[in-house]
């Protein structure tokens, strides 16, 4: 008898851990909607879990639906676009669940954190969710800015000491955007608009049929993290193979930047004309 009482616990034990495992389905869903980038795809998974009159609200939002609740993850990626979303256990009573979170960028520094509230509807899908912030845990947009100009100084200052010092180009590669634009003056024997890394590298090896470079003066950095830009202002002394003469120059380098990689490069030369007549005079 005994052994059937305890057979009969099991099965009632099992029972309800089956049926917390799916009322947590939706909950599950749904943070895998905020991990999914793809907006497409992304609704998609949103309307297997919310409904027409399903609400969405924290300090950010106060919305209702699947598109609106959709754009309200777009905007948030548009900002943090290498966010990751972590989460922590789940309590679970009656068709309510609350759980914390965080989100860290690809760096592991942390951006945001809080708790969620979701009120399910019993069906496999969630009727509401009410998030607040921890606002101690919550980086300042001052914060996110600084962040994105110390690691934006760093990936151009590994540029250019790939550039000018090591000259290593595998490491360079790692640095730049797929279809990244460099665009040298025209008026340069090697001048022109270069689209994707391969492409730069054969303007680097024109310009060296040119010059040997040295640098005279190293660079300057200045940065506007709101425009994820950076700016290096230096001074080079070439020696022409042509003509062998020397010439020194301040040149400077605007960068463009896009999730920890270049995206485009422009140089001004204090003076193209003068450069260029330098690159292309004979002895």
Known sequence: MR????????????GLFAQKKDKLYPIAAYEKVWQEKNSDVRLKMIKSIWLEDSTFEDPSASIKGTTAFNNVINEFYKKFPDAVLTSGVKIVKDNYVTWEWKILDSKNNLIMAGRDFARLNGKGQISKIIGFW??????????????????NLKVVAKYYECLFKTRDF???ATLIED????????GLPYGGTFVGFAEWTK?????????DLQIEKEPTYFSDASKNEVIIYFTINCKSKKSGKNLSMPISEHFDLKNGKITAIRPFYYDTKQFAEF????K
């Open 3 to 14: 052994k059937i009482y305890f057979v009969c616990f099991l099965f009632m034990l099992n």
């Open 134 to 151: 921890d606002n101690s845990a919550t980086l300042s947009e001052t914060d996110i800015l600084k962040n994105l100009e110390v690691d």
């Open 170 to 172: 595998d490491a360079m």
């Open 179 to 186: 279809g990244a634009v460099y665009t040298q003056a025209t």
């Open 203 to 211: 303007m680097f090896a024109k310009s060296a049929e040119f010059f």
């Open 279 to 282: 690159l292309k005079s004979k």
